[in-house]
């Protein structure tokens, strides 16, 4: 276990360096213009300057871009952490209620039909339902969002946002969990534990929740980018001033260092995600190299 | 959990009938696409061509929109522009992905890795703020370059995986014991490879770079006027879609309609992520 933790580890930290160098290159797009070698040049000083955690100030706002960062990435986070909250309550029971044989060939005939709804359309939708059926509020202040308490006041500002991440990131999470029901399905282990005397509900509880919740795990690195990607787009529909709206917007104005920052901000937190999941993954998966 | 069991021939034959629906799907859709001038009442981006904001009438099936455009011929020309844009930029992502990936699992296994590691960094990052950051490196008109090239390092990524599992899988082990050549063992695997795989993964490829391409024009990276695709339709909807939902309703539908067909004629097998 510990040489797995250790591989994985070093997995993470090449990760992050090659994450840096890319975040850093991006940061020096700019130079591109003057050509190859002063690119190189710009690309050199912005690893330098990234080690020492000097990222530059922001065009946007004209404040340091970690100062900039920190007063967006709460939103991101807090959007993030409460989608995935919600990904799990929908995707875990619709993926197990879909992992049954009879539902498996329903299941994937349906996951088609809702994996054909690009994010942006399913925020769309979601805001037309509130506003004209619930007769919710779709549209907020901006700085309204950057309380957390105004989501419990306003149950029908936040929901949106966030049931968008939720039921992007249920997709991640049914799929991840219905792809293992798919291989532990003919698995021959199952029919020599019958024989050996364990019944069924005994195989089911034993063996096969620990690969569901392994495999659920292993898949956390994905999971983030499915939710990150949703967060973008949340952000964007629902003009919420976080991280990826900073990105997007950087982009728009060619501030390559602000971009950089996001793109190295993102890139870690996913590639963390991936190596707490398969390290928690590993003792739940290893008797059955399932993963 | 605990019916979990015998697929056989039902699943196979549903697979088979789910594929056909999908690829016939897209053969409709091409011959809309390529029919479109005909089939389009008005030219691409005409104003004033009926009312503002009129609801679907047996004038205008579909409304129109805040310009007075006709909505069926505007879905139309969107439809064709995003179809135009995601065929080349779905080749680019399976050449570069799949395709790569499958090629570099048979490399030198320094090479292998290090382009193994390159592509974990990039499928680190959000698909959709890749497609971002490389039009904002380059420009608009390589919209469908940036789309293919950001749903690039997942299938990569999946590809290598899969090819490196075939490449010492126990068959592959008895086949080279048995005196198989490797290069053999690689033409066997690529024939596979072309055969059972390249349909599934080039539908699934179109669907990827469809939802990148019409978020990126959604963001406003995409398209531009007069070639407005249904991303940019849909986002130009936005301000008053609450009110008048045909204008973002249609553009929708033949988008997800366009991305449905690309899913079943990819297949309904799980052992692919969607």
Known sequence: MLRF?????GRLVLGLVGAAFLAAAVASAGHLRDGVFPFF???GERIGAFAALRFGDCAISGSPILTELSNRLPVTGELVVQGA???????????FAFAFDGARRVAALLVRLFSAVPTFCLALA???????QLHWHAQHDAEGWLYAPRFLLQPGGALLPVLTIGLAGAAAIQAALRRVAENIAEAPWRNQMRRMGLSRWEIEWNLCLPLFLGALLAHLGELAVALLSATAVAEWVFSLPGAADLFVKSIALQDWSAAGAVLFVFAGLTLAAAFAGRCTAQPLTSPFSLS | MSAIGTGGIADSRVQDICRAIGWIGLGLVAVTVSLSDLLAAAPAD??????????PSTAFQLGTDILGRDMLSETLHGLTATVRTALPASIIALSFGALAGFSAARMPAPLAFGLRWLADIFAALPTLLLAVLIVGLTARS??????????????FVHAFDRARRDAYAAHAEYARATGLSRTALLRRDLVYEFRAVLSA???????????????????????????RDLGLMIAASRPYFLHAWWTAAYPALALMTFILFARLAAGLEESEPP
């Open chain 1, 5 to 9: 933790i250790a591989y994985e580890g």
């Open chain 1, 41 to 43: 040049v710009a690309w």
């Open chain 1, 85 to 95: 909250v919600a990904a799990l309550l929908i995707g875990v029971p619709v993926g």
């Open chain 1, 126 to 132: 979601l805001s037309y339902l509130a506003t004209n």
């Open chain 2, 46 to 55: 005409a104003t004033g061509i009926g009312p503002l904001l009129s609801p």
């Open chain 2, 142 to 155: 390589w919209l469908g370059v940036a789309a293919g090239l950001a749903a690039t390092p997942y299938g």
């Open chain 2, 201 to 227: 993964s080039a539908a699934r490829a179109l669907a990827s770079v469809t939802i990148i391409l019409s978020t990126l024009s959604f963001f406003g990276f995409g398209a531009e006027p007069p070639q």
